[in-house]
């Protein structure tokens, strides 16, 4: 049987920092909560590798579901790209704006 584990026993406080500043969220003063917290995440993550998932076959959605799509030519009502972007804080050529995610090297 092939197992997965995630081999970390504890997220650090500088961790939870780094995850924070990637993620641009201010967690200052609550790092140790936060790092109990994930954690406890990677010690379920851990549980779950010890299942026995041998015979279960892949799935990527259970309902049953295969055409989710409008029927036939109907459409329906929509957002104008205006009302869309009314709340935006930033647009650029018509489209929502973010700062980088990644760094990158060029």
Do not use: H, W
């Not at 549980?47 to 998932?53: K, N, P, S």
């Not at 055409?67 to 489209?95: C, M, P, R």
């Amino acid at each position: 049987m092939l197992r997965y584990y995630v081999s970390m026993k504890a997220i650090s406080k500088e961790q939870v920092k780094r995850i924070a500043e990637l993620a641009k969220l201010n967690v200052s003063g609550e790092e140790e909560e936060f790092s109990e917290i994930l954690s406890d995440t990677i010690d379920y993550i851990n549980v779950l590798g010890e299942l026995d998932v041998f015979d279960t076959k892949p799935t990527c959605q259970v309902t049953g579901l295969k055409n989710v799509y409008q029927e036939g030519d109907k459409q329906k009502a929509t957002l104008s790209q205006k009302d869309a972007l009314s709340n935006a804080s930033e647009v650029i050529d018509g489209l929502f704006a973010t700062d980088a995610v990644f760094e990158r090297d060029i």
